[in-house]
């Protein structure tokens, strides 16, 4: 009977011991994870030489060590850091061959030895594999500028300024300073990258009106960009333009209009039918919205095809109504309009002057509206550009009275052509 209990209880036994067995297995698995989970902060963060006693074999511990020896190295220029930084980032490249991190401290310790080749082919394939590597690019545009290589050079810096703001300005520098220094060969390579339309394009052409220098910079790429795949939008122009005028290069505005032809040459007068509004300022109306003055180009209540420009002023208020630049030669000249009266007297209200820029000298002033007609009807006036009258204005301005009086009025067709 004590031999057939035994023989019962056996497996009872063993299946307590198996049980006691995974126990212990799972208790022991959980102690291995709950210190790992424990020692990967202090691996990730702790200092280099601590982590690589505790884990001598980690990829992540040797590959931090590697980068806190190099920047030990450089900051005292040790080549015996240099050497213990490249043992590291290599043991670490051997355990984790796509780090690139690690990959990139071999490269720099390359360059730091002299072996600037084999530096060259290492970080480029660190570049490669990360566009977030940002000192591997930094060296990478360092050393293609150095041997004149500016499409890669740039290429790797477009990388940098695509990601970090903070680098900016001193990219943007190189860029112009290359660009100013060797015309030729850099400047077609800036073109290109504003070319993609890359997200710092607007900040890097802002960059461009600090100084003179810089504002040729950006004429000349206004003139390489007019002919490819993203010429300068209306609002680059315009500012482009602005600059220019407030830096007092008149010239300069009348050079690049007519290399770019924006707005075109041909027409005197921009816009003079008031139904393309393309055209960038200065050359497109700009219209005052003062006190006293409401301009607007709106359809006509005649001709709701065609729209016009229609002026609703108090008779009092003094304003430039609408303006904008042309550039005139030495000669005798016919300005022509159309106009209709809503209300008032617009003939006497209301003047079309031509003004001299830079300076003040009035070439023509003359009534902007046909005497009392409330129907469409053409007028024009002659007048004569004088020699040394480089740009002019265009302006309808008012011509205030003592009391207030409305005025409405409608103006179209505006032009102006040359007298034999």
């Not at 690139?100 to 082919?121: F, H, I, N, P, S």
């Not at 040459?265 to 300022?281: H, I, K, Q, R, Y």
């Not at 830079?358 to 009807?377: C, F, K, N, Q």
Request: one cysteine or more; proline letters at 7%; aromatic letters at 6%.
């Amino acid at each position: 009977m004590r031999k057939e209990a035994d023989r019962a209880a056996a497996p009872a036994r063993k299946r307590l011991r198996a049980t006691e067995v995974v126990s212990w297995g799972l208790t022991a698995l959980g102690v291995v994870l709950g210190w790992q989970v424990l020692i990967q902060p202090v691996l990730q963060r702790g200092p280099a030489e601590v982590t690589l006693a505790v884990a001598p074999t980690s990829p992540l511990v040797l590959r931090r060590a590697a980068e806190s020896e190099y920047a030990a190295g450089r900051k005292d220029n040790d080549p015996q850091r240099y050497r213990q930084a490249a043992d590291l980032a290599r043991e670490a490249v051997a355990r984790s061959p796509f780090d690139v991190r690690a990959l990139r401290v071999v490269g720099l310790t390359e360059a730091a030895a002299g072996r600037e080749t084999a530096a060259d082919d290492i970080l480029t394939l660190a570049g490669n594999w990360s566009l977030r590597d940002d000192p591997a690019h930094a060296w990478l545009v360092d050393y293609r500028l150095k041997r004149g290589d500016y499409a890669s050079a740039f290429a790797h810096a477009d990388t940098l300024v695509r990601r970090r703001e903070d680098v900016r300005p001193q990219v943007f520098r190189l860029f112009t300073t290359a660009a100013t220094l060797d015309q030729q060969r850099a400047l077609p390579q800036v073109a290109t990258l504003l070319t993609a339309n890359p997200p710092w394009r607007q900040s890097y052409l802002e960059s461009l009106y600090g100084d003179v220098a810089g504002l040729q910079v950006a004429i000349n790429l206004a003139v390489l960009l007019q002919n490819g795949r993203a010429p300068l939008t209306n609002t680059e122009l315009h500012q482009l333009y602005i600059q220019l005028m407030e830096k007092g290069q008149i010239e300069a505005v009348r050079v690049v209009r007519a290399r770019l032809n924006r707005p075109s040459v041909a027409n005197l007068v921009t816009n003079g039918g008031f139904g393309d509004a393309s055209a960038p300022e200065p050359f497109q109306w700009r219209l005052a919205q003062d006190a006293g003055v409401v301009a607007e180009i709106v359809p006509d209540d005649v001709r709701p095809a065609d729209p016009a420009l229609r002026v609703d002023y108090d008779g009092y208020s003094a304003s430039r109504i609408a303006e904008q630049l042309m550039f005139l030669s030495p000669g005798r000249y016919r300005l022509s309009a159309e106009s209709r009266t809503e209300a008032g007297e617009p003939a006497k209200r209301l003047a079309l002057t031509v003004t001299c820029a830079p300076g003040d000298l009035v070439v023509m002033s003359a009534p902007a509206a046909a005497p009392g007609s409330e129907v469409w009807t053409p007028f024009s006036t002659t007048f004569t550009v004088p020699t040394g009258c480089r740009a002019q204005w265009l302006r309808l301005e008012t011509r205030a009275g003592d009391v207030r009086s409305r005025t409405a009025a409608w103006l179209d067709k505006l032009a102006i052509t040359p007298i034999p």
